[in-house]
């Protein structure tokens, strides 16, 4: 399977072949608008380029190339050339575009000009329409540039020199309606990491035992994505599910390191930049078959290291409140790399303390809108650090839980122990008052009683759901030295509450584990 690049000018003299198994050209006012705000808001600064998509193709035996995806923004491109040809005469469409359905579509595109009386003919069939309106749509665009006539020139500048598609050929072998379809019913998605995936396992890129090697690599590969489709091993590492497949964060991850090599780095936010990184280092390789091994070996590495993270409780708890903060992985991965594990946890200790902040837990309080962020992280880490100090590793914080699993996103509430609204006492914001609970069960008991809410908790813990273990702990009384009145959170229990969190988390940022 060929993986190059082409920009629009290297497509003159191309003919694409547009089959009967796909639709016409479908684009609303919308996604046309999208694309030339995307090119005309491009910067070329250091020549950079803009990638717009991959182009899936297959050679024909006439010479032409039968379209497998890509054909809404070929055509789109073509319409824009049909205008700017009429200001700029070297504006001419450098390829050609032929329908198997309807062959006199091709005619009416190339037909297309502002002479020509679209109002009256766009009727004649679905597809007139909808390309004589993306003709409409696009002066009209052009109409409301403050000087019509140089954001034609520009455009067509940039649409010819620096966009390009990533050009996907697919072997002569292939069913192309086979291919159309899975990428149509997102299947096999031309993500980052399928793109990578054909560059990768192309035979040219190996001189000996190509199926060997192909083998190996697409057994290996599998391996690591059915790793990441484990919920509780992804969401530790991710805040939230990532477009494309999930193996595409570690190709990021490498492609970001790689790109800083390079005299002129690919930008970060270019449409399927890991896979542009990759293709680049691959031209500029003297050996394909070196390259695929080191980069395969540098994702093999990331993955163990993952695992180790994920399989080591120390480092799991502390890395998942890191990443559940707000912290990378890709900065968490800079921490960690090449270093011994005392020296590992010290820095991943000293990351949880900048990104914690300094508190002071009596002078905390919810009425505090500032303060509210703050005691949402203590809340949680004071979880995750019982659990490391105090050696309860019988099971895993569940950052996927706590997050909330892919399309059922679980909302966490700070909630008031000793309610707020409750008449027999003044409202009390401070932290030993507050817990972490799940909006539906905070919501669903309100303003009930402390006992009331002891019910609720054991009750919704006796059906298996997930209750935060330090919550579990404050309706269980576990932190209060004094138990005369289990049925009422008090003075007495809030201060013993306060002194607790304050002894786990100074044992937690001094690294006394287990003690």
């Not at 004589?132 to 006539?149: G, H, R, T």
């Not at 409140?321 to 912290?327: A, D, E, F």
């Not at 990104?355 to 509210?372: A, C, E, F, P």
Request: proline share 3%; aromatic share 12%; hydrophobic share 35%.
């Amino acid at each position: 399977m060929a993986i190059v690049t082409k920009t629009i000018g290297e497509l003159k003299d191309y003919r694409f072949f547009v089959p009967s198994y796909q639709r016409g050209y479908r684009w609303t006012e919308h996604e046309v608008t999208a694309l030339l705000d995307d090119i005309y808001e491009f910067s070329t600064e250091g020549n950079k380029r803009y990638c717009i998509q991959p182009l899936a193709v297959k050679n024909r035996e006439d010479g032409s190339f039968e379209v497998v995806d890509g054909q809404q923004r070929l055509t789109t491109i073509y319409i824009f050339m049909k205008i700017a040809s009429q200001e700029i005469r070297s504006a001419t469409p450098p390829f050609d575009l032929e329908y198997k359905t309807r062959s006199d579509s091709a005619d009416f595109l190339k037909a297309l000009s502002d002479e020509k009386n679209l109002e009256k003919e766009k009727n004649k069939n679905i597809d007139f329409y909808h390309i004589a309106s993306a003709y409409e749509k696009i002066n009209f665009w052009l109409d409301n540039q403050p000087d019509k006539s140089v954001a034609i020139q520009e455009l067509n500048t940039k649409i010819r020199k620096n966009v390009f598609f990533i050009w996907y050929e697919i072997p002569a072998d292939n069913d192309p309606i086979a291919i159309f379809t899975k990428v149509n019913l997102g299947k096999i998605p031309l993500t980052n990491s399928e793109l990578i995936k054909a560059l990768l396992l192309n035979k040219d890129n190996f001189s000996t035992d190509i199926n060997k090697r192909q083998t190996e690599i697409s057994v290996a590969w599998d391996r690591i994505e059915q790793g990441l489709r484990d919920d509780s091993f992804w969401y530790f590492l991710n805040e939230r599910e990532q477009s494309g497949t999930r193996i595409d964060m570690i190709f990021d991850l490498l492609a970001n390191e790689e790109n800083n090599k390079f005299p002129t780095p690919i930008p970060t936010n270019q449409n399927y930049f890991s896979f542009l990184v990759f293709l680049e280092k691959l031209k500029s390789s003297p050996d394909n078959e070196e390259f695929v091994k080191n980069l395969w070996d540098e994702v093999e590495k990331l993955y163990a290291e993952f695992r180790d993270w994920y399989s080591d409780l120390d480092k799991y708890h502390i890395i998942g409140y890191l990443v559940s903060s707000g912290v990378k992985t890709a900065e968490v991965f800079t921490l960690t790399r090449g270093k011994r594990k005392s020296d590992v946890m010290k820095a991943l200790l000293e990351k949880a303390k900048i990104v914690t902040g300094k508190y002071t837990l009596s002078d905390i309080s919810y009425d505090n809108q500032n303060d509210r962020r703050k005691i949402r992280k203590l809340l949680l880490l004071f979880n995750i650090a019982t659990l490391v100090c105090k050696s309860e590793k019988q099971y895993r914080f569940p950052f996927d839980i706590y997050k909330g699993e892919t399309g059922d996103k679980i909302k966490w509430d700070i909630e008031h122990i000793h309610a707020t609204a409750d008449e027999t006492d003044e409202a009390d914001d401070s932290i030993g008052n507050l817990t972490l609970l799940d909006a539906q069960t905070n919501r669903g008991y309100q303003n009930s009683v402390f006992v009331d809410k002891r019910k609720i908790i054991i009750e919704r813990e006796s059906k298996g759901l997930f209750v935060p273990l330090c919550t579990k702990n404050i309706f269980l009384k576990v932190y209060s030295k004094k138990l005369d009145s289990m049925d009422s959170w008090g003075a007495d229990d809030k201060k013993d509450y306060i002194e607790e969190m304050d002894k786990i988390l100074k044992a937690f940022f001094d690294g006394r584990f287990g003690k």
